[in-house]
């Protein structure tokens, strides 16, 4: 099975924990996509949810053209589900994410949900976290002194660029990946960068998912708790 089938299938596997009245949270990425077409089919056959969020304006346009009511976070309380894709997942359930540059956004969702589950096919499984640069989204006024740091410390810097230009997130800010390979022990890593000042949040996702849903190359789906 190609990428895309196994993509597909652990999306409407996921799509399966979708219950009415739900407020759902709902990531973004090439495995979110085929979610949301799924959850579009479903709601043109009964499915009511009582509010949708999400974390990129691409998923929100995406999830306009499928009929869905798109709510900021800041106009609910809670999210009862959060189904997102991840960048890499380790055996703990720990994870990378932010490949898309949406990274703030999705720990904001992922942090105020009750439920979070990632989708990915099983090249997104690793032993160790690493294999993929670690996001870092850092303020413009600091980012050559927070570059500067992570370089004198060994993390490998390296600027994400949009062409000849910085990439520049959706709240102003640039992204600075660490290309450190594999990552030193994720809860110290996390504990140095949330103290770094001009860092506004970083792609390490640790104790926040509680389920993620595997798509195996043979065609099972393989369903992983915390």
């Not at 495995?31 to 479903?42: H, K, M, N, P, Y």
């Not at 000849?164 to 809860?187: C, F």
């Amino acid at each position: 099975m190609d990428q895309n089938e196994l993509k597909q299938m652990a999306a409407q596997k996921a799509c399966d924990l979708v219950k009415d009245g739900m407020i759902l949270g709902v990531g973004t990425g090439s495995t979110v996509a085929f979610l949301i077409d799924e959850l579009g089919q479903r709601r043109k056959n009964g499915l009511k949810l009582a509010k949708v969020v999400t974390t990129s304006s691409r998923s929100k346009k995406q999830l306009e053209e499928n009929g869905f009511t798109v709510s900021p976070l800041s106009a609910v309380d809670h999210v009862d589900l959060t189904i997102d894709g991840s960048d890499r997942v380790d055996p703990s359930l720990d994870g990378i994410k932010g490949g898309g540059g949406a990274l703030t956004l999705e720990k904001n969702v992922a942090i105020n949900s009750t439920k979070n589950v990632w989708i990915v096919d099983e090249t997104k499984l690793v032993d160790r976290l690493g294999d993929f640069p670690l996001p870092v989204e850092v303020l413009p006024i600091s980012c050559e002194q927070n570059f500067a740091k992570f370089a004198k410390a060994g993390l490998k810097p390296q600027w994400r660029m949009n062409g000849d230009e910085r990439y520049v997130t959706h709240y102003g800010n640039y992204i600075i990946d660490l290309a450190i390979d594999p990552l030193p022990i994720p809860q110290g890593l996390a504990s140095y960068l949330d103290q770094t000042v001009g860092v506004v949040e970083h792609g390490l996702f640790l104790n926040i998912c509680d389920e993620v849903i595997v798509a195996r190359s043979n065609g099972n789906i393989e369903e992983i708790r915390r």
